[in-house]
């Protein structure tokens, strides 16, 4: 046999071909692996889980995945190479409102206009987009080297997990933790849809700062503020003066000594010649403006609260379209709000009622999908109730049952979790799971009926002039209810993308029934990036607790954030993106996967350095010339003794050895994966490298082939090396495996490294 080993390590080609034997070994499942590790009479120790965050299948995968899928992989390797069968459960997300927005636009530079399709259409070309993205993200993973069970591979629509999802609703329903009611959201007017608080961003805008003044009706009152103000009335400030025609009354800080005879007085609203009180709020900002506030419940979220305090009416006056209805002069239906506004402040100047306008910069909502400013309406919504899951998980914490990396961010999710607001689960799309809810007589009749406690059906027909054939109660449940003597309305609102995905841990093993529930559940790891903390996070933590009793993992591992090389945000508007396609084919997986650990540590923030990825690059070839270089020396008749030789386990180098693994294991058993990666970089570079064999060059250079120095020796270095193989391959796999199986091809050793066992 002639030995030959190629000169370079050509990771494009060789990558592929690793990769498609771990997948011919089929180690990444945890049950294939439990019967290797039985054959080979090794302990099996408890299963290790990760449920891998599902990308959203709308797109192809970015660097920050790649990040995850790193550490992932690396915690699985390990754990797989220390006797623990190892799930990496991976899957993709329908993504609601983000696919259906880029699916949306697809379509339009299709010059096919959403709206113009039926929703089973829409359903069912989005449905072939996102197994397309799916496909394509999964190839990706596999680029990265992800060691994950595609056998066990979901889809967040999948009926199966659709199923689970459904009964952790009505299960909730029955608990009395689902209810409907109107309330005040965060609406869309260009996506159609309500958003969570977190589902939008503030961003800078310019806009307008108008005073204007609200006369008093009483002629006393209108005296006393002449004499103290110089006017009749009331002067309030706002940024947005067409809500104006829905305000219910105007606030003041009860400490105000300016305002403080005024409260309970009465003054007439401008243009809509309502007349709305005056009252105390202790959460005015006495420095802000005049320190009187217009009060508008249907339009501010915060005002919204403070109606619900003082017993405010809710008077609507936009619309879903953004634009002005409702109990407005009739000039202004129908209007934008921007013109409405105009018109406004010209006919308050006109009446002398304006007395100040700045043009200002500032914060406002605005839709995390497509910048619009946010309108907040009053509308028909389902939440749940979350505060008493959120107690749950906040025990869960406080036990130590989860523990959160970095620290700070733990802090931070107690907060969320403390402070947790009504969950708004319906979302006004046509992408996602149907909300599982008949109406009887139809939805509008069931909200009125709740609205409207005391009237009954008969009161509706009169005021809304329809006729109804059902009692306006609801049906829970996925199909039509049997009773057709009644008209069933199914609802068409669809449950927030999060109340699928925050059920992924226990919904992929399938529910608490499942035989894979049993064994998996809960997971010893949650990796993913920080960004996703209370999305998603605490969402499955507390419905992991609701439907299983247990949190779902013990430590939630948050890497560090990926960022542009100039330390921005990468985004595809700003073309500042790095593809990971790219950077793997010039430097390699591994050579990528390094950088990831040494960088993106928790809390960090990391901007991509090109530099340290090609330095990577240099030790993964120095791994290869290394070994190649040890290979060479072992003369081919000797290949078998030096295979068969008992090393001594005492020997210093091999104790040295022992010690390094010990070391990085622990490294990677406490998450430190950038002291991990720096050791195993010092260790084979500066310990193995530069000094031992250089050491034992010099200790067999006088020796004659086949002799037992030369052959003790070598098989020293070559246990060594094989040491060195298993403890890096955790971090970097492809280099690792394709050196393992150059010792394979010599039968100096047997099987893929990726199922060895760390000698700790
Ligand atoms: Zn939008």
Redesign the pocket.
């Known amino acids: 046999m002639k030995k030959e080993i190629s000169k370079a390590f050509e990771s494009v080609s060789k990558e592929k071909e690793i990769y498609g034997m771990w997948e011919e070994s089929g180690l990444s499942n945890p049950d294939t692996m439990e019967s290797y590790l039985r054959e080979k009479d090794i302990a099996v120790k408890k299963p290790f889980t990760i449920p891998l965050p599902p990308p959203n299948a709308n797109a192809n995968l970015h660097i920050g995945h790649m990040c995850g899928y790193s550490f992932q992989d690396a915690m699985g390797r390990f754990n797989r190479m220390t006797g623990h069968p190892t799930l990496l459960l991976p899957g993709k997300d329908h993504a609601g409102i983000q696919t259906e927005?880029s699916f949306t636009k697809i379509l339009k530079e299709r010059g096919i206009d959403k709206w113009s399709m039926s929703r089973e259409e829409f359903y069912k070309q989005c449905y072939e987009f996102s197994m397309k993205n799916a496909q394509n993200a999964r190839e990706q993973e596999k680029n990265i080297g992800l060691s994950a069970d595609y056998s066990r591979e979901f889809f967040t629509l999948d009926p199966r997990l659709t199923k689970i999802v459904y009964e952790t609703f009505y299960k909730m329903f029955k608990d009395g933790l689902i209810y409907r009611d109107k309330r005040i959201i965060n609406w869309?007017p260009?996506?159609k849809?309500a958003l969570a608080d977190i589902d939008t961003e503030h961003e800078a805008r310019r806009g307008i700062f108008a005073y204007i003044v609200y006369p008093f009706i009483d002629e006393s009152d209108r005296a006393r503020a002449k004499e103290k103000f110089g006017i009749e009335g009331i002067t309030v400030a706002t940024t947005r003066p067409e809500t104006m025609l829905g305000d219910s009354a105007v606030a003041v800080n009860p400490m105000d000594d300016r305002y403080k005879e005024f409260v309970g007085k009465k003054v007439l609203l401008p243009i809509s010649n309502r007349e709305i009180p005056v009252i105390a709020d202790e959460e005015i900002d006495m420095e802000l403006g005049t320190g009187a506030l217009k009060v508008t419940p249907a339009h501010s979220p915060i005002d919204f609260e403070m109606g619900q305090r003082h017993s405010l009416e809710i008077i609507n006056v936009i619309d879903e379209d953004a634009k002005m209805s409702g109990n407005v002069p009739e000039r202004f239906l129908g209007m934008g709000t921007v013109e409405c506004s105009k018109s406004l402040v010209k006919e308050l100047n006109a009446l002398g009622l304006l007395t100040k306008i700045e043009n200002i910069t500032h914060e406002i909502a605005v839709?995390e999908?497509?910048n619009?400013p946010i309108e907040p309406i009053i509308s028909n919504q389902w939440f749940v109730n979350v505060k008493p899951l959120a107690e749950e998980a906040l025990k869960a914490l406080e036990k130590g049952d989860t523990k959160v990396i970095p620290s700070g961010q733990q802090r931070a999710l107690e907060h969320f979790l403390k402070n947790i607001q009504p969950w708004c689960i319906s979302r006004q799309l046509w992408w996602g799971q149907r909300i599982p809810v008949w109406y009887s007589g139809g939805k509008k009749l069931h909200d009125w009926l709740r609205e409207n406690r005391g009237k009954d059906i008969s009161e509706y027909t009169k005021e809304t002039g329809l006729e109804v054939n059902g009692t306006g109660e609801i049906y829970i449940g996925e199909n039509m209810p049997s009773d057709t003597s009644v008209t069933w309305e199914a609802e068409q609102d669809m449950f927030d993308t999060w109340f699928s995905s925050g059920q992924w841990p226990y919904s992929t093993l399938g529910g608490i029934e499942g035989e894979d529930f049993k064994k998996f559940y809960p997971a010893q790891v949650m990796e993913t990036a920080r960004d996703i903390l209370f999305f998603w996070v605490a969402r499955m933590m507390m419905l992991g607790i609701y439907v299983t009793g247990k949190t779902p993992f013990s430590t939630v591992f948050l890497h560090g954030l990926i960022l542009a090389e100039d330390g921005s945000k990468m985004s595809k508007s700003k073309g500042n993106g790095v593809e990971p396609s790219d950077v793997i084919n010039k430097y390699g997986a591994d050579s990528l996967r390094l950088w990831y650990f040494s960088d993106a540590l928790p809390g960090s923030n990391a901007p991509v350095r090109e530099e340290k990825i090609k330095g990577n690059r240099n030790f993964v070839n120095k791994i290869w010339n290394a070994s190649r270089f040890i290979l060479m020396n072992i003369d081919e008749t000797e290949l078998d003794m030096v295979s068969k030789y008992e090393v001594d386990s005492n020997l210093p180098r091999v104790i040295k050895t022992k010690d390094h693994i010990e070391n990085v294991s622990k490294y990677l058993e406490n998450y430190k994966f950038n002291l991990g990666a720096e050791a195993i970089r010092e260790f084979f570079w500066h310990q193995l490298c530069d000094i031992w064999i250089e050491e034992i060059k010099g200790e067999i250079k006088d020796e004659a082939i086949g002799s037992e120095i030369r052959i003790a020796k070598l098989a020293e270095l070559l246990l060594i090396l094989k040491e060195n193989l298993k403890i890096m391959h955790p971090f970097i796999p492809f280099i690792t495996e394709s050196v393992w199986q150059e010792l394979v091809a010599l039968k100096l050793a047997d099987g893929i490294l990726m199922g060895k066992q760390i000698s700790k």
Do not use: G, P, V
């Open positions: 927005t869309c260009n996506c849809t839709c999908r497509c619009t």
